[in-house]
């Protein structure tokens, strides 16, 4: 089913206009503002009672950004909306996934229990699965994850002409794999050990293998940059010069934008989260998965 109405929470707003038109349906106003001792002021300005609503917020820089989201989900069942769905292209607090040492939160959980307790049903793009097989493990309201893969290599094919595809870790051989025997191009996966947030180590590539291909490091995020940049490097010491950085989901935090560029390498990324680098558009992508599960 399509919502009737669309709302953006801020800085959602490009994002929440074209899904609108993608599903011809309208796009709701809603006015936020801070109070001045940081409180979040919120008011609908559409007419919601009956209405199927759809709150369109990507979820980088989570902390800031989920009060105010869960306030308006709350906000929007009790003026009488008949549904309300969350449509976050980016969905964060994935990578927590257990308790790796004594007394962690495990916060993909707590993170699952919020959402599906303020929404009807869920849209996002390539939600981290690692040690969760499916979104149902933690999610109990309908969940739909869209692949931004065929979106990516779209972009491949019309942009790179002899690519070679490098995922950094083996979380990235699956998705690696697949999309480069979709491009018929050839690929290696790294080996990776993180030993802190910031610190990452990655196996090699073995550049002999890349010739004069264009090297593509494939990832689903680049969060801190840490493994993008490993990686950079290591192919920097071994004169290859300008790869690509092709991401589902472009953080940058620290920076590390800047640092990549520094160092040579173009950064592309899907626009699940907003920015210069996101080139390759997913509304349709995430049209089609509103469709499916609102
Ligand atoms: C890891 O499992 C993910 O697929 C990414 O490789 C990782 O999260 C990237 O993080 P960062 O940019 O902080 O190195």
Known sequence: MTPDLIFALPGNETQAEQLADALGCKAGALTTRKFPDGETYLRFDSAIEGKRVALVSTLNDPDAKIV???????????????????????????????SFHPGEAVTSRAMAAL??????????????????????????????????APALSAWIAAQVKNPFLIGPDEESAQWVSETARGLGAPYATLEKIRQGDRVVTVSAPDVAVIGDRTPILLDDIISSGQTMLEVVKLLRAKGIEH??????????????????????????????????????????????????TA
């Open 68 to 98: 105010p989201l869960l306030f308006a989900a709350n906000a929007a069942r009790m003026m009488g909306a008949s549904k309300v769905g969350l449509c976050a292209p980016y969905l964060a607090y994935m990578r927590q996934d257990r």
């Open 243 to 292: 790869p690509i950085c092709l991401a589902v989901h472009g953080l940058f935090a620290g920076h590390s934008d800047r640092a990549l560029t520094e160092l040579g390498a173009r950064i592309v990324t899907a626009s699940s989260v907003p920015g210069p680098f996101a080139q390759i558009d997913l509304t349709r992508l995430i049209a089609d998965g509103i469709r499916q």
């Open 115 to 148: 959402v599906s307790q303020y929404f009807d049903w869920m849209v996002t793009v390539d939600p981290h699965l690692h040690r969760y097989k499916s979104m149902a493990e933690i999610y109990t309201i309908p969940v739909t994850a869209v692949h931004a």
